[in-house]
């Protein structure tokens, strides 16, 4: 029998009358709304911002766009890893910002450097913008920590929770292509995997546990504004698995991207690809960012993070 955490539950109730009370009185979706939601929604839950000893902002350049990053190094004095993150909000919400307090966590915890990515975001820069953005990171971040001499040794993996979880993956595809990136491994945090929405978790869960069936339609609709094939396009369905890195999945029960997570996670091991699964099976989607209200179950993730990029294989 599923249950949900206890705490959950009842803000969910909460939760869920107000958003029915919007709806009556007129609430209408919008990208700003959106971006507005999941930033209020990190900030009342998120509330404890751990010190990392050096932060700055710089740019990763390219010849299309500059894309704005973050670089928390919690031992400055110390060579460390890199982990590029990509945030989630479904392609059009999320950003550096809204996810300083978990990239902090995870500098702290994992022992790494982390490097936020503010890619762009639809509908204003729909698909490929924020794939693109991402290539340009992974490809060319050694440069900025050259230019301000910082201390990292040169081992590169990527993470990335919901829809930064898409793009992490999709990334790692396309990196197998180009032997210079050399992602060692890969972190995927209730990834959205497959933009055809065909899943029994997309229907079973997708009613009332905060990420609904058809506000994920809604973002689907607003990142392909160019008649893609959202199929094609699915980390979940691209061909040619080679050398995908090493992956740590993490999937939540009542998610509605449970499965695709699954999914993935046998095509990995069908490829023979390395794999860690850590599932969660009284959480919800997004719970990292509701953290006060699960403080145990995020810390078990950050600390599963954390052995999974520090343990040689």
Not at 283 to 294: G, P
Not at 300 to 307: E, P, R
Request: charged share 20%.
């Amino acid at each position: 029998m599923r249950e949900l955490a206890p705490q959950l539950e009842k803000w969910l109730q909460s939760y869920n009358q107000l958003i029915e009370k919007l709806i009556a009185e007129g609430f209408k979706q919008t990208p700003t709304n959106a971006r507005e939601g999941l930033a209020n929604l990190t900030r009342a839950w998120v509330k404890k911002s751990v010190p990392v000893k050096w932060v700055q902002d710089d740019l990763v350049e390219s010849e299309h766009f500059n894309v704005p990053i973050r670089i928390y190094h919690p031992q400055p004095e110390y060579p460390l890893p890199l982990l590029v993150y990509f945030h989630g909000g479904g392609g059009m919400a999320g950003s550096i910002t809204v996810y300083d307090p978990i990239c902090r966590r995870l500098a702290k915890t994992a022992n790494h450097i982390v490097i936020s990515v503010d890619y762009r975001l639809a509908p204003e820069c729909p698909y490929p913008a924020g794939i693109n953005d991402a290539m340009t990171v992974v490809r060319n971040v050694w440069a900025p920590l050259e230019e301000r001499k910082v201390n990292y040794t040169h081992q590169l993996s990527i993470a990335g929770d919901s829809g930064g979880g898409a793009i992490c993956a999709t990334v790692s595809h396309m990196s197998q292509a180009e032997e210079s990136i050399g992602i060692r491994r890969q972190i995927l945090i209730y990834p959205s995997l497959d933009y055809t929405q065909k899943s029994e978790s997309m229907d079973l869960n997708g009613t009332g546990y905060l990420l609904h069936k058809d506000k994920v339609a809604w973002y689907f609709d607003n990142y392909f504004k160019n008649n893609e094939d959202r199929k094609a396009a699915s980390p979940l369905h691209l061909p040619g698995i080679r050398s995908i890195p090493e992956t740590l999945l993490i999937t939540a029960e009542f998610c509605p991207l449970r499965d695709e997570g699954l999914s993935y996670l046998e095509k990995l091991n069908k490829a023979g690809i390395k794999t860690e699964h850590l599932h969660f099976d009284d959480m919800i989607h997004a719970f990292l960012n509701l953290e006060d209200l699960v403080p145990d179950k995020c810390a078990l993730v950050y600390q599963a993070i954390a052995a999974f990029l520090n343990t040689d294989t």
